[in-house]
């Protein structure tokens, strides 16, 4: 049951989940390339585009409509001057890992496209931080795949379960950092109309 479900939709599962965060349906199609279900270099690949391209996407909405979009946030308001310092002083290293600090994956790029940062110079580190970051997070989840494999010397007969827990352990994350940050921008405007 699956196992078809993710022959006839994994990459395209791959390319909408990394286009929009990506962490959780990375791990879990590595795990699924482990098991033969997808191409590893292919789950990489589409990863790669999907990242790329959403965090290409927030950068030019940043640059198009950024000012205004940030201060609807007061948490990302706040933020926007320290990275905007850390633009100007470190910006190769911040492009390329960005998409590995919590919380900057989607408002990384759009602070970054308020910025000076030249769009492409922007464009070329983020495809090497996207390589960098699809290679290892679907890596990860290939040697999930390989750990599990050799405790388990039966996997197929768990494999669905073992993949539903960790969709719906990466859903419930995504869900919780969610609320989290909705809740932080009510309680910024709250103390912003006192």
């Known amino acids: 049951m699956i196992s078809t479900f993710i022959a006839s939709y994994g990459y395209l599962a791959v390319f909408v989940g990394t286009l929009l965060e990506g962490e959780t349906i ?30 290409l996407l927030a950068f030019l909405l940043g640059r198009w409509k950024g000012e205004a979009l940030i201060e609807r946030f007061p948490a990302l308001a706040r933020r926007k001057p320290r990275i905007h310092d850390l633009l100007e002083r470190h910006d190769v ?22 910025s000076r940062v030249p769009l492409l110079r922007f464009a070329v580190l983020n495809l090497a931080g996207a390589t960098l970051w699809a290679v290892l997070i ?15 010397t039966d996997l197929k007969r768990i494999e669905e379960t073992v993949l539903i827990a960790m969709l719906a352990l990466g859903i419930a994350l995504w869900l919780w950092r969610g609320s989290r940050a909705l809740t932080r921008g009510q309680a910024g405007s709250e103390s912003g109309k006192r």
């Open 138 to 152: 679907s890596g990860a989840g290939y040697a999930f795949g390989l750990a599990i494999n050799s405790l388990i």
């Open 26 to 55: 990375l791990i879990a199609a590595g795990f699924v390339a482990h098991r033969g279900l997808l191409e590893w270099p292919l789950v990489v690949l589409v990863a790669i585009l999907g990242a790329t391209l959403g965090d």
């Open 93 to 114: 290293i911040f492009i390329l890992t960005v998409r590995f600090l919590y919380g900057f994956r989607i408002a990384g790029p759009l602070i970054m496209g308020s």
